[in-house]
């Protein structure tokens, strides 16, 4: 008999196509550090040891991948970077630490509550680079309406003046995030409010300017003679009616927030009411329930926009002499 050798088929390999990314692999390396970060944010976002403005998933996610691009660990990315009107930005601490890190050196040359001058000088480079704010222009730069150049100017004005310098000096460090927190926190958006009738109201308003249109109208009364008119005299307009006062609940809700912003001067505070009023205020007292309303207003706002770390005062180490 002829011996007979069994058929084994050949197997056949199944290639598995790689992900196509013309990018070369970047989208997919953002895909996945996403994830990470996402993984990150989720667990991050609900603890004590982030801002209000990160509690958001997607908002914290977006912070972390950005301050990983910044150099940042995901905890000081989330204590870093703020969303101001939608726009990200680093508060000056943030910029002028990023900026040491790289070898770049930033010192403060005079502070005062008038005027705050920060000089800056790039690694390798013998420019120096200074910078200089003074309370006249931040007052022409429209900053001042800020409650913190009043009670902290040196602060503010040194904000203004490192985050200037370290754009200058480490722009390539910054990453193309061209703003600072304090550059921003004034600015408001434009808005428009468009009104649309709904369908059904319009449908209701057609229908009864139909009706008056074909109900007969009433004849128009005699209008009084002239010489009844003189005799009845001018017309006087009706008195306006005075509007509604601050209510008590209004006036401890604005000395609470007040002093949560650290304005206990009496003569301060009243030039802050008066500033957002946007009238001469002697007193709280006499505010007007709309005025006291816009006051509360801007005080939640300038108390959100400060900084919540605890060392939100420090200053960077001067270089020695």
Not at 95 to 116: C, F, K, N, P
Not at 162 to 174: G, H, K, M, N, T
Not at 187 to 194: D, F, L, S
Not at 243 to 253: E, L, N, S, Y
Request: hydrophobic share 35%.
């Amino acid at each position: 008999m002829t011996d007979l050798t069994p058929y084994n088929p050949a197997r056949t390999e199944i290639a598995t196509l790689a992900p196509s990314d013309p990018t070369g692999r970047r989208l997919i390396s953002w895909a996945e550090a996403g994830q990470a970060a996402n993984q990150l944010a989720r667990a991050l976002s609900q603890t004590a040891f982030v801002p209000k403005g990160m509690t958001d998933v997607g908002n914290a996610t977006a912070a972390i991948l950005m301050g990983d691009e910044l150099g940042l660990s995901p905890i000081a990315s989330l204590r870093s970077i703020y969303v101001v009107h939608g726009t990200p930005a680093l508060y000056a601490r943030t910029m002028v630490a990023l900026a040491l890190s790289h070898g770049h050196q930033i010192w403060t040359e005079s502070a005062s509550d008038q005027a705050v001058t920060v000089c800056g000088q790039r690694r390798g480079s013998e420019h120096v680079e200074r910078a200089e704010w003074t309370i006249q222009r931040a007052t022409k730069a429209g900053y001042t309406g800020n409650a913190k150049y009043k009670t902290n100017p040196v602060e503010m004005l040194y904000a203004k003046a490192a985050a200037e310098v370290a754009r200058r000096i480490a722009a390539d460090v910054l990453a193309g995030v061209p703003y600072s927190v304090e550059d921003l926190e004034l600015e408001q958006p434009a808005t428009t409010t468009v009104t649309r009738e709904s369908a059904a109201r319009s449908r209701v308003n057609r229908a009864r300017s139909r009706v008056n249109r074909d109900r007969p109208q009433p004849p128009e009364p005699d209008l009084p003679s002239d010489d009844l008119r003189s005799e009845l005299g001018p017309e006087s307009d009706p008195e306006p009616s005075e509007p509604a006062r601050v209510t008590d609940a209004q006036i401890r809700k604005i000395g609470a927030a007040m002093r949560d912003l650290g304005m206990t001067d009496r003569t301060l505070a009243l030039q802050y009411v008066s500033e957002v009023a946007g009238r001469d205020v002697p007193s709280r007292s006499d505010l007007t329930r709309d005025e006291a309303s816009r006051l509360i207003d801007q005080l939640e706002s300038d108390l959100n926009a400060l900084p919540t770390a605890s060392d939100d005062t420090d200053w960077p180490p001067e270089p020695p002499a």
